[in-house]
């Protein structure tokens, strides 16, 4: 049984904190302030600390320091109402797990109670492996309902020879699918080629697909394969395959009636045995409706159709997605930075993610370059929610329309909505969020019970 030590000066706190930390099968220690806190810590081990960051005399800096020069591997979490920048880098600075916002919501801080107390054991490779096999499939990280639908599709579709077509909005991870299904095939050992189809400009795209002779055409000093005879034996991956052109569509369509395809400039006709994996983040029934998109090619590409979801969609996902990406770009920078902190990932948990994945990447890569301490702070982050603000303010720009609204939904959106662009304003800190808002932080502690944020 782990042993928790809380330290807090309110009464209140401490036996709410004893009561649930008890529940959760913890052997739980109270201290009423930070002076008690230290005398403790001299005559008895503890796996945890948790403290209350503002007390008087000796404050949760202080008992962070006296906790780890006892015992060096002893985890210690603070706690607070009053959150700073300044005072979050000098607890990482000190050792500190991680740094908690108050009102949290019980079930996140039991979560983090539990990684706490986990990161005291003695890792264990082989079950770490067995986890990280939990929610990895090759490149792809997720556990959430609907990526293991994926992972299942992926599984059952990988030792065919059909066709695929992955359908999905842009930065969803499109072509680590493909490339999870070529490794999970029989092909694996054979290329995995990739075409974008609207990168390359539409007076090459020919010669680059089927090769060329000599003297085709101008600047045809010498054959050159194309990427079908290089992809011979292995898979092919059509990113964006609805910007194909029509000329283009009729000639990719022979080579999977036929398995032919013939040379810019020559005569002789070449066998090639290739899976065709296609993704687009168009709707290719709507563009076969509008003559866009032959329908005989959208029939043929589109034997198993795989549908990703959205990052907001993945319940479960972000913070795995964010570690992943965390230990990345940790490792790249040769920087030292373990995890993100609850305030930062409590943001990132209220944003939307246009960009999906692809941004949620881009994001850490970015406060992994620019963070200064050993955790991920708010600070740090960087977002963007253009398209999701204009949505909203179109929707309330709105009118009633005939079945009229719920007024106070309306309101408690709008009131959401300012309360969480006011606290990323503040990188989390409750008090900063109060002052920009205009109101007093205890009607701002009023107004976040309230909407259960």
Do not use: W
């Amino acid at each position: 049984m782990p042993d928790i030590l809380v330290v807090d000066d309110e009464k209140s706190m401490r036996e709410f904190l004893e009561i649930m930390l008890t529940q959760e099968g913890y052997h739980v220690t109270l201290a009423e302030n930070g002076e008690n806190a230290c005398e403790i810590l001299d005559k008895k081990k503890f796996d945890l600390v948790i403290t209350d960051i503002r007390m008087k005399d000796i404050d949760g800096i202080g008992v962070l320091k006296k906790a780890k020069s006892v015992n060096p591997d002893t985890v210690v979490v603070l706690i607070s109402a009053f959150a700073t920048a300044e005072t979050a880098v000098e607890a990482m600075r000190e050792g500190a797990y991680d740094y908690i916002p108050k009102p949290f919501k019980v079930r996140e801080f039991k979560k983090i109670v539990k990684q706490a107390v986990s990161s005291t054991k003695p890792a264990d490779s082989g079950e770490e492996d067995r986890l990280k096999s939990r929610y990895h499939f090759g490149c792809l990280v997720g556990e959430s309902p609907e990526m293991k639908k994926v992972y299942d599709l992926i599984r059952r579709a990988a030792p065919t020879r059909t066709n695929i077509l992955i359908s999905a909005e842009s930065g969803t991870g499109k072509e680590l699918v493909a490339k999870a299904i070529h490794k999970s095939s029989e092909r694996r050992e054979k290329p995995f080629v990739v075409i974008n189809c609207a990168g390359i400009p539409e007076n090459l795209i020919e010669s680059e697909l089927f090769g060329y002779k000599k003297g085709a055409f101008t600047g045809a000093a010498a054959d050159k394969e194309g990427l079908f005879d290089v992809a011979d034996g292995g898979t092919v991956f059509l990113d964006e395959v609805g910007e194909l052109t029509p000329s283009i569509q009729v000639k990719l369509l022979r080579v999977i009636q036929e398995r032919t395809f013939t040379a810019v400039g020559g005569t002789e006709e070449k066998n090639v045995d290739v899976r065709f994996i296609s993704a687009t983040n168009k709707d290719l029934e709507k563009e076969v409706i509008n003559t866009n998109f032959r329908e005989d090619l959208y029939f043929r590409l589109n034997v198993i159709n795989i549908v990703l979801p959205l990052l907001r969609e993945r319940d479960g996902d972000l913070p795995l997605l964010a570690q992943n990406f965390l230990e990345k770009y940790s490792r790249e920078m040769g920087k030292e930075i373990r995890k993100i902190s609850a305030y930062a990932m409590d943001i990132l948990g209220q944003y939307s993610f246009p960009g999906n994945v692809r941004e949620l990447e881009n994001i850490i890569e970015r406060s992994v370059a620019l963070e200064t301490s050993n955790i991920v702070l708010p600070e740090s982050l960087t977002l963007s929610n253009f398209r999701g603000d204009q949505a909203k303010e179109k929707r309330r720009q709105s009118d009633l329309g005939p079945e009229g609204i719920e007024l106070d939904r309306v309101m408690a959106d709008i009131e959401r909505d300012y309360i969480l662009k006011a606290m990323e304003m503040a990188h989390g800190s409750q008090k900063k969020a109060a002052e920009f808002l205009g109101i007093t932080y205890q009607s701002f502690r009023h107004r976040l019970s309230k909407l259960k944020i």
